[in-house]
């Protein structure tokens, strides 16, 4: 046997790479390199003979996958790779491509994006009385309960009781939209993401004689992130390996963070209790962070009461300094501490690629967006997008743009561009049309200039004039801030906008929401679009110097997971911002903001620094915070509790 294969490898992964054939949970800390145990249990299989064909190797990213491919081709000295290694859906379209005759699928399935699905349940949605469609939810939320429905494997009526409130007198509606949708689908010979799942799962329960042939042709299984499969794909896994019960899964249970997308905490914490037989191994040693960061992060967890046992121990023996709790009189004082600090370690040769700023929501970011771009500090948000480019955000600024001159053809030809049947031609005419007329926003009321529009777009556009109108109106009175305009405009039309064109609208919704809060104070709109202008010439300014490693990382603690920095900076660790408030009203809900704090403490190798303002003006007045309940869970020991003051800057 190659002896490469255990080359690097400590004990406790060497015995996770040579387990038994069988059942294996291999509870991979945080930092403990379950990437390298799961490449050399591959590697390990193959120079015992089993042959390429019948391992399946299932991540949850393309990079992962391809990740795994290469660090193959560098381990081994043979030929070998791995036949069939990729995301659970690529997998599951491979599959339907080859079986898909057994459930109805006819050659390849034709799979359409999120954008063809939204245009799908708004044609379900217009046979439905006018009526019907104004009380009905929008595409986009419509079709995040039926994805939902599939992934948790449960009725449309219980995702919507559970995660849906006001969709509850709806649920029959729901329900025949989603059949109708199925059924329009299925006609057209078209697949959705998730019917790769479902049609996977199908052709296994399809006959006794497929799931043999596929029992066989995958008699290894491994999953990475297992912590991160929701019901739909364990199911699958646990079908796959019912008779051969070979299925090794490397994860975290501490790290289980994305339950918004379907993710089921309880496939790997029952996994034991399903496997009666696996063998369970635990990779403790972290080779990421100092002792006194693992120390707090160890204290976190035990907090919740549903995780399988573990402790990281640090492979780096330098002590280092312990993390911070960082007392802050505000969050206008938050971002110019992190300015400032940002500012020294620069300065003392920290590179700015080793710096990141965490936050529990975007919006958070925002202040500390401004300050660092007012000190010329390069950055960068791990989406690729700063908080202005987002593109909710840029709808928004091209309605107060357009408040604020009318005559700013670019940000009408966005807004119009938005609406349904309207193609950018159509929308370049129409705007050159507009050159002449008097008043911009009555003429996209007015049915004589409409008919000079496409007849399928003449709703949207004169719905468009009627919300410009009125924001104009309100702003005209002069009392109204910035925040009241961009809450007028979310909730006179734009928040149906958001669902029916843009991804995670509810994120969009919060962000917006949140947006407002911050700009309360401000009754200046010139003054505002000037600032935002002034803000991002400096960034370009800042940015024009670097290279994307020269940058300091803004990111949410989700984008935020599998990476690591020297120094991490936490915002804003207040009740009903970290744990979120929504959070607060269930124990399961609670215990994720939970695993989500201590997948952000983990991500600092050096120094962490959490950041507790006393008080928010996001709201054009002074408002009490409070401290996080989760900073009472550490206790005061493991941390340094410090304090700064404006002129302590």
């Known amino acids: 046997m190659d002896s490469r294969i255990f080359d690097g490898l400590n004990p406790e992964q060497k015995e996770a790479v040579m387990a038994p054939d069988g059942p294996a949970l291999v509870l991979a800390g945080a930092g403990s390199g379950k990437t390298r145990v799961l490449t050399h249990r591959v590697a390990w299989l193959f120079e015992k003979g089993v042959p390429a064909h019948r391992v399946l190797v299932l991540t949850f990213t393309k990079k992962a996958s391809r990740v795994m491919q290469q660090r193959l081709v560098d381990l081994l000295t043979g030929p070998q790779v791995l036949l069939w290694s990729g995301t659970f859906h690529h997998v599951g379209y491979r599959l339907l491509r080859e079986f898909g005759n057994r459930i109805g699928f006819s050659g390849t399935p034709v799979v359409i994006d999120r954008e063809d699905q939204v245009d799908l349940v708004k044609t379900v949605l217009a046979g439905m009385t006018e009526s019907a469609r104004k009380e009905m939810a929008p595409a986009g939320t419509i079709l995040n ?8 494997q449960t009725p449309v009526e219980d995702v919507i009781y559970d995660r849906f409130p006001s969709l509850i007198p709806h649920i029959e509606e729901v329900r025949r939209l989603e059949s109708e949708y199925e059924g329009r689908k299925k006609a057209a010979r078209l697949a959705d993401f998730d019917d790769l799942l479902t049609g996977w799962l199908a052709i296994l329960e399809s006959g006794l004689d497929v799931l043999e042939v596929l029992r066989k042709r995958f008699r290894f299984i491994l999953v990475d992130e297992y912590q991160d499969t929701n019901p739909l794909q364990a199911r699958i896994l646990d079908l796959l390996a019912s008779e051969h019960k070979s299925l090794f899964v490397v994860g975290d249970d501490s790290q289980s963070i994305y339950s918004f997308r379907g993710a089921h905490v309880e496939n790997i914490l029952t996994f034991p209790e399903r496997y ?8 403790e040693t972290n080779y990421r962070s100092t002792p006194p960061i693992l120390d707090l992060a160890n204290r976190i967890i035990l907090g919740n009461e549903r995780r399988i046992e573990k402790t990281l121990r640090a492979h780096q023996e330098n002590k280092g300094q312990s993390p911070q709790a960082v ?8 971002a110019h501490y992190i300015g400032s600090t940002v500012e020294q370690l620069l300065d003392g040769g920290t590179l700015p690629a080793e710096i990141a700023i965490l936050y529990r929501s975007h919006y958070l970011s925002l202040p500390v967006q401004f300050e660092l771009a007012r000190r010329k500090i390069p950055f960068s948000v791990t989406s690729g997008l700063r908080f202005y480019e987002q593109a ?55 049915d004589s200039f409409l008919k000079t529009s496409p007849g399928l777009a003449r709703e949207g556009i004169k ?22 305009l961009v809450m007028e405009i979310l909730e006179n039309g734009y928040r149906r906008d958001l669902y029916d064109i843009r991804e995670d609208p509810e994120d969009r919704e919060s962000d917006l929401a949140a947006f407002a809060e911050q700009l309360d104070e401000l009754t200046d709109l010139e003054g505002f679009l000037g600032e935002i202008t002034l803000l991002e010439n400096l960034e370009e300014m800042a940015l024009a110097k670097s290279s994307e490693p020269d940058r300091v990382v803004l990111s949410t603690i989700h984008q935020a997971k599998g990476l690591e920095w020297d120094q991490v900076f936490l915002l804003s660790m207040n009740e009903g911002i970290f744990p979120s408030e929504k959070s607060a009203a269930r124990s ?9 704090f201590y997948v952000a403490v983990t991500r600092a190798r050096k120094e962490l620094m959490l950041c507790v303002p006393e008080s928010s003006s996001s709201r054009g007045r002074a408002e009490r915070l409070y401290p996080s309940r989760f900073l009472s869970e550490i206790g005061p020991d493991l941390v340094s509790e410090v304090r700064y003051e404006s002129w302590n800057f």
């Open 145 to 152: 309960v039926i994805s939902l429905s599939k992934n948790l």
């Open 327 to 334: 007392g802050l009189y505000s969050d206008a004082d938050q």
């Open 463 to 484: 719905k468009l004039g009627e919300r410009l109108v009125s924001l104009r109106s309100i702003h005209q009175k002069g009392d109204a801030t910035v925040g009241v």
């Open 276 to 283: 009666p037989e696996a063998r369970i191994y635990r990779l």
């Open 392 to 446: 909710h955000i840029k709808d928004v600024l091209a309605h107060l743009r357009l408040i604020q001159n009318p005559r700013d053809y670019l940000a009408l030809t966005r807004l119009l561009r938005m609406i349904p049947r309207m193609g950018e031609r159509s929308a370049e005419k129409l705007v050159k049309a507009l050159e002449s007329v008097e008043d911009v926003f009555i003429a996209l009321t007015e």
């Open 588 to 596: 399961r809900d609670l215990e994720e903001e939970r695993r989500l």
